[in-house]
């Protein structure tokens, strides 16, 4: 099956239905789930968000579906730079079981993610996705520490909020 993306420019009950039976369609099928990954570098926008968010929901449940695009992840889609794609992509790095090398590369990015951007949920995303990261790995702690710490004095309250949170989660794993 082929996603038939020109539906999706209109907003309409037939395309709501597809994009809602979608994810299901996906997990059965590798094919599709192909399809969908080349929706995020799809030229319309629309496109690319749809496609972030059917990627989101079918590996919110199956996150070993990211696995067969890991050099997709890292070497293309981390040039997105579409803000609502972006935090959906952010969101993804901290579902894979990375190789050292690649795994160096993520965290590289997701911390300057952190730093650089303004958006709530890409910043959000990152320190989320390196703290699922750091609980695998072990010498990812300190990067994690050091971006909680410049999120902490972050201009946006949700930022310094969910930065908080993970001081607070972090220090209590570390006293147990």
């Known amino acids: 099956m082929s996603v038939p993306w020109e539906l999706f420019t209109e907003n309409t009950a037939e395309a709501q239905q597809l994009f809602e039976r979608l994810p299901e369609v996906a997990a059965a099928d590798p094919l599709v789930m192909d399809e969908i990954m080349r929706g ?17 929901r079918v590996t919110q449940e199956r996150p070993l579906f990211l696995s067969p695009y890991k050099r997709l992840l890292v070497y293309e889609l981390s040039k997105i730079t579409q803000p609502t794609v972006r935090a959906k992509i ?20 997701l911390a300057q993610w952190a730093r650089q951007e303004d958006d ?16 695998q790995k072990e010498w990812i702690v300190p990067e994690l520490q050091k971006e909680v710490l410049a999120a902490s004095t972050h201009s ?12 607070e989660a972090w220090n209590f794993k570390n006293e147990v």
Do not use: C, P
Not at 95 to 100: A, M, N, Y
Not at 120 to 135: D, G, T
């Open 40 to 56: 995020l570098t799809h030229e319309e926008a629309h496109i690319r968000t749809l496609a972030a968010e059917l990627v989101d």
């Open 90 to 109: 952010a969101l993804f790095y901290g579902r894979v079981f990375w190789d050292e090398w690649d795994l160096q590369q993520v965290v590289k990015l």
């Open 120 to 135: 709530v949920l890409i910043i959000v995303h990152s320190l989320l996705s390196l703290h699922l990261l750091a609980q």
């Open 156 to 167: 946006l309250e949700e930022v310094r909020g969910f930065a908080a949170q993970l001081q």
